[in-house]
């Protein structure tokens, strides 16, 4: 019975714990992209067709600003 008196205050703050570690981890974008990670293992990184591919999806590409003359 003594034990319980431990035991159940550390389970609370174990659940307490892993709550709040989930709620870090949402809050800091850990689970925004669930379906790249998962398609980039399909392709093979020195495969040219995915990098255009890769260069495609991520916009146009901008010309090369000029330097500020002096």
Do not use: T
């Not at 669930?34 to 890769?54: C, I, K, T, W």
Request: aromatic letters at 10%; zero cysteines; a negative charge.
């Amino acid at each position: 019975m003594p034990a319980l008196y431990v035991m159940i205050p550390a389970a609370l703050l174990l659940v307490g714990v892993a709550i709040y570690i989930f709620f870090w981890a949402v809050d800091s974008g850990q689970y925004d992209d669930l379906d790249g990670p998962a398609h980039s293992v399909l392709f093979d990184d020195q495969d040219p067709n995915h990098l255009a591919a890769v260069d495609e999806a991520n916009g146009p590409e901008q010309p090369p600003k000029d330097p500020p003359h002096a």
